[in-house]
């Protein structure tokens, strides 16, 4: 749960920051000094806090079956 967790953040952050084509057009290794503290940060908000990372993987997981049943639903 925890390493799922993390890289949903990390990705969340990630492309919050530098979507839009800021990533795929910079230079390799020239986003770790602004964005590599960052992965800290986010890796030990999870460590920190793992009990709230299980509550918001079971949601998530709870929202995709839902969304899974409505898709077929909306097939029928």
């Known amino acids: 749960q925890v390493p799922v967790a993390f890289l949903e953040r990390v990705k969340d ?6 979507g839009g084509g800021k990533a795929s057009t910079a230079a390799p290794n020239s986003l770790n000094k602004e964005f590599g503290p960052k992965l800290k940060e986010h890796m030990q908000y999870c460590v920190d806090h793992p009990e709230e990372v299980s509550k918001l993987a079971k949601v998530k997981a709870q929202v995709s079956e839902v969304k899974g049943v409505m898709m077929e639903n909306i097939e029928k």
């Open 13 to 18: 952050d990630f492309v919050a920051k530098y």
